[in-house]
């Protein structure tokens, strides 16, 4: 079962202003970076900026991505439907196992679309204790990189999956070069901003599935989950998403 954790009152208030907030702030630099085109005749929507990275986003969709501290011990490709999926299992000194799903952007103009909807109803598995997880991982001052930020910030939806064999911390979010979230829209506002100096933000959709002990209590793994989630973020940003250009 689904927990709703309601917001408090003051929290109510100031969200909406916040959020209309940011859309006129997005709104005023879409309009400012949209000029030139609309004195031109054309939308730079219309024609986004190449992804640099796309060989790299198809070789993590063939080969799967390697962790730091983890040794990948299998990995194979899961298509569902449209969509084709890396999928690994790795395992730390410690012998924890882990399962990696993940999911790349394709092209110029694909987006994000709450892509592990599919992957868990393929699960079977119960659910609960949802709840988000936010951190923050060194940014890359290599040259190549599409990220240039010194810290980047994340945010993954977290939450415990069991069947009858195993149970699961899940961490779910997309990442990008300047940040991570599991809602597409901050993806889409993320990426309008780079396409206004003509840049691009690629993404990657990642569902990571940490075994632990039966129906556990989350909270046992938290430094276990978060460092986990940093791994996957920063080995993204120092081999995804390096420019080959």
Known sequence: MKMSIPLPTHRRLSLPILRWGLLALLLVLLMVGAMPGYLKGSWFWQSPPPITVLQNLKHLRQ?????????????????????VWSVQESQDSQQHTAILFLFTQNGPKDQPQVEWMDLNGIQQWETD?????????????????????????????????WNRQQTYAVLQW????????????????????????????????????????????????????????????????????????
Not at 63 to 83: A, C, S
């Open 129 to 161: 204790s949802q709840q988000a997880l936010s951190f923050t991982v060194p940014g890359t001052t290599d040259d190549r990189s599409t990220s240039s930020a010194s810290t980047i910030p994340v945010t993954a939806q977290l939450f415990r999956a």
């Open 174 to 245: 997309y990442a990008w070069p300047t940040g991570g979230s599991p809602v597409p829209s901050q993806w889409f506002m993320a990426d309008r901003l780079a396409q206004l100096h003509r840049q691009r933000q690629p993404w990657v959709a990642v569902s990571a599935l940490l075994e632990i002990e039966p129906l556990d209590d989350l909270s046992k793994y938290s430094d276990r989950i978060e460092a986990l989630g940093k791994t996957i973020q920063s080995a993204i940003l120092q081999t995804v998403f390096q420019s080959t250009g």
């Open 63 to 83: 080969q799967g991505l390697p962790l730091p501290g983890w040794q990948m011990t299998k990995q194979r490709t899961l298509t569902l439907g449209d969509h």
